[in-house]
């Protein structure tokens, strides 16, 4: 299993990025994926998933409404969406995905699998 994060950059407050995340080794579909992110000197944080019961979304509420996550099952790559972005948001973010999670997981340790990680820096 391999995750592996791109589109992270600079942008300023209240502009917009897309981050992708190409999966291999494993078929998106059925299967619980998501996003961290983690703030120099926080720890990790949930931000949002697709859940492997239905395919619903989860998100965390600092980026309810300004967040999407979306999965792109022929690509086998997993998107967030993030429009509105205010300093807050800055940090490196990381795809996740777990093949025996029922559903989807705020908590770090119930994830298998991460990628390296993509900084978003968000000027202000």
């Known amino acids: 299993v391999q995750l592996v994060e791109s589109g992270g950059g600079l942008v300023q407050a209240g502009g917009s990025l897309k981050l992708s995340c190409a999966a291999s080794?494993?078929?998106?579909?059925?299967?619980?994926i998501g996003w961290f992110r983690q703030v120099a000197g926080w720890t990790r944080e949930g931000v949002a998933f697709?859940?492997?019961?239905?395919?619903?979304?989860v998100y965390a509420t600092a980026v309810k409404g300004r967040f999407t996550i979306s999965s792109d099952v022929a690509k086998n790559t997993v998107y967030l969406d993030m429009n509105n972005l205010g300093p807050e948001d800055t940090g490196v973010y990381y795809c996740?995905?777990?093949?025996?999670?029922?559903?989807?997981?705020?908590?770090?340790?119930?994830?298998?699998?991460w990628g390296q990680g993509v900084q978003v820096t968000v000027s202000s």
């Open positions: 996740v995905a777990d093949l025996q999670m029922r559903g989807w997981s705020f908590y770090v340790g119930a994830w298998t699998h």
């Open positions: 080794g494993f078929n998106l579909d059925g299967n619980a």
């Open positions: 697709i859940s492997s019961d239905d395919g619903s979304a």
